[in-house]
């Protein structure tokens, strides 16, 4: 029989992978949608949902390649966190849940939202310029989300502390057995 902790842990098992898959269809339909601006710039007006990047590609290419860059990244970033996650959740065993491999996973995802963090700092300033130099520059949904990656990259590490430690205590009581 099943315990509430196990059902539970299968249920955030498939919305890991949930979130995996999204990201990753999302992060293929903004390059789709880059490519596609290559040969149609009028694409880059409704990039995807609601981002309009069109005066941005007519003032410089470059510069809107770069914001799509960063659009990029911060998903892939999101998605690469989802995978460690869904490892996670693979390897976690509820008699000894305290692992070497789990709480380096998590630390790594930390770190890897961390990144994110540096990313999204990096394109919020970039937006912030561009909005002084491009008439009508709409970033839409990615702009602002330094704070949420780094309140998640600080909670995931306390987290993978509290794991460290736990593996330590978890050494000493099979020791002591």
Do not use: C
Not at 16 to 26: K, Q, S
Not at 37 to 57: E, K, T
Not at 110 to 130: C, E, R, T
């Amino acid at each position: 029989m099943k315990t509430k902790t196990e059902t539970i842990l299968k249920f955030m098992h498939v919305l890991a992978w949930i979130a995996f898959i999204g990201l990753a269809i999302e992060t293929g339909a903004i390059l789709i949608s880059y490519g596609v601006s290559w040969f149609h710039p009028i694409a880059a007006s409704d990039l995807y949902r609601g981002m309009n990047l069109y005066d941005v590609s007519q003032y410089d290419f470059w510069l809107y390649t770069q914001m799509v860059s960063y659009v990029v990244a911060l998903l892939v970033i999101k998605a690469y966190a989802a995978y460690l996650v869904i490892k996670i959740m693979m390897k976690v065993k509820l008699q000894s849940p305290f692992t070497l491999e789990i709480t380096s996973r998590l630390e790594t995802i930390a770190y890897v939202l961390l990144g994110g963090v540096v990313i999204s700092l990096i394109s919020q300033v970039q937006a912030d310029w561009l909005q002084k130099h491009v008439r009508d520059f709409n970033l839409g949904w990615i702009g602002e989300n330094a704070g949420e990656f780094l309140l998640v990259a600080g909670l995931v590490f306390i987290i993978s502390q509290v794991f460290k430690r736990g593996v330590e205590l978890q050494a000493e009581n099979e020791l002591t057995v």
